[in-house]
């Protein structure tokens, strides 16, 4: 990342920037406000493929998620920010219940929060078929997530050990603000029997899943519980 995306920096996509003074002079109406600057140099869509974040103003903490609390939400969806700090409202002692709840809510709008809101599936299937699963979700932060991190469906059995998995060719760098869809299937198990049917985005580096829906399901080793599935032999 850099400060600015005047000059070189500019000139790379791949290269995200940060602002040291949020909220206070991320886009005060100045020319060299950060927003500002991005726009003059034609990066202020650079949130869309890669990150923005930045340090809130030192030791202001308490007046952003106070009185001027409107203004930082105004300036954390022009900016789209991932992350805040070093300096954050973390820092700050003895907060009030206003202070801790505004920081909650901030951390929840920064960056991505994908939540589910319509999964279909059929509750019976045939051993050695497709299931066919439809998903509607929406993400509720300000920012995609940044990295190919693969999104599967996978079978569990009653002992919660994963059966089979299967890669869909979703992208979630796609899933910008606002509504996505998954429109996925996979194999069945071959053998009869009761399976819970699961989502999970892949952390290569654990090769578990390692993204949480903002969802009140059961999650087991990482995976997302959306249901129950019965597979039968013989059924067409």
Not at 23 to 43: I, M, Q, V, Y
Not at 107 to 124: A, D, F, N, S, T
Request: charged fraction near 25%; include cysteine; hydrophobic fraction near 35%.
């Amino acid at each position: 990342m850099a400060r600015y995306a005047d000059g070189l920096p500019g000139r790379y996509p791949s290269m995200g920037f940060h602002d040291d003074m949020f909220p206070e002079d991320t886009d005060n109406g100045k020319d060299w406000s950060f927003l500002a600057r991005l726009r003059r140099a034609k990066r202020i869509e650079t949130w869309r493929r890669t990150i923005i974040g930045g340090e809130m103003v030192p030791h202001a903490a308490r007046k952003w998620l106070g009185k001027k609390w409107n203004v930082t939400l105004d300036m954390l969806k022009r900016s789209h920010f991932t992350w805040v700090g070093p300096y954050g409202p973390a820092l700050q002692g003895k907060a009030s219940q206003e202070f801790i709840e505004n920081s909650d809510e901030l951390v929840r709008r920064m960056g991505y929060q994908y939540r589910l809101k319509e999964i279909r599936y059929p509750r019976v299937v045939g051993s050695g078929r497709s299931c066919k699963v439809l998903i509607q979700g929406v993400n509720d932060g300000v920012a995609p997530f940044y990295y190919p991190w693969s999104v599967k469906l996978a079978w569990m059995d009653d002992q919660g050990q994963v059966v089979s998995s299967t890669s869909l060719k979703d992208d979630i760098r796609g899933w910008l603000p606002g509504e996505f869809a998954i429109d996925g299937e996979l194999p069945t198990p071959a053998g009869a029997g009761i399976y819970r049917l699961t989502l999970g985005i892949e952390d290569p580096w654990t090769q578990t899943p390692g993204i949480r829906f903002a969802n009140k399901l059961p999650v087991s080793m990482g995976w997302t519980i959306l249901g129950e599935v019965e597979v039968v032999s013989g059924r067409k």
